[in-house]
């Protein structure tokens, strides 16, 4: 593979991060040397232009990849999962969670603080992504809660920043391709394309058992479950339109895999999609779940 360079982009409101700001957008690609001015310009435009508000705060961070361990992936199956609402939505979304394996007590801890509430009984329920109580007041985070799947803990060393998966894309001369996949089910847009990319990344970090993730953007009711050999369950409706709570679990196994080292790989695992796995239409989750057990 020719020499290829990850760049790196995050935004905030109100300062940096690092200093309190609010977390406007983050968004990463892996590119060859030529493309670098081209994805910049994009990368800029695209933080300026967040629904969420407008930054004063712009990071793009451009690296070599050269002497990096770079790792070939194809890309989960994708399936949609219908539902008439959000509150179905999530309840589907439990079971599937539920058929990894993952206590429903547990799977009901994540929707707590995706929904921005605080989890009753707890010491550990200081920051959500969401912030504080059901109406959310607090700031998302910009990356994930990592979730131990035996304890319902959260695992992530600094709880307001989470966990960032980085560091993956898809190999420039499939993208045609993905484009015409997705375009067949009407899922050839930004967020399902990126999230596609990030899911199948994370789910072939080993020790992560399944992810959970609904959008903070408000326009944007979609989310999925996804894991290595459930793929991509896009469900339509995991959200309230309009409302800005959104964030992202990655339920995992400590006893499998050192936390230290899941958290290693999600972050620096260098991972490029060089082949397509299968987008179907919809599936019922009975379906899947046959699907699964064959
Ligand atoms: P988005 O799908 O971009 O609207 O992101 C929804 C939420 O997912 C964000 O608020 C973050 O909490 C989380 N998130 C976004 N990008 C990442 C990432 N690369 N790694 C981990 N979590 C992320």
Known sequence: ????????????????????????????????EDKIPVILQQLY??????????????????ESLSGWDIKELTSLMVYTMGCRDYQEGRRLAGKVLELKGINPRIVEK???????????????SVTSPTGTGPTGTGKNMR??????????????????????ASRMDYHPEIVPNLYELLDE???????????????TKVANVSGV????????DPGYTAGYVAAADLGYIRLPHLKEKGSRHGGRIFFIDPGRVKPEDIIK???????????????HGEITFEELKRSLFK
């Open 45 to 62: 435009s695209r933080a300026r232009k967040h629904e969420l508000g407008r930054p004063d705060f712009i990071n793009i961070n451009v």
């Open 265 to 279: 790989n999600l972050e620096q695992k260098t991972y490029i999609i060089t082949a397509l796995g299968p987008v």
């Open 1 to 32: 593979m020719q020499n290829l360079y990850s760049i790196r982009m995050r935004a905030a409101r109100g300062g940096a991060h690092e200093d309190g700001g609010q977390h406007i957008s983050g968004a990463e690609r892996i590119v060859p």
């Open 185 to 199: 089910f009407g899922l050839n847009n930004n967020h399902v394309r990126e999230a596609l990319c990030l899911a």
């Open 209 to 216: 058992v399944a992810e959970l993730c609904w959008s903070d």
């Open 143 to 164: 990356g994930a809660i990592l979730m131990d799947i035996n304890t319902g803990r959260r695992l992530e060393p600094d709880q307001s920043r989470g966990i960032r």
């Open 110 to 124: 994540g929707f707590y603080y995706l929904r921005g509430d605080h989890f009753p009984g707890t010491d550990h």
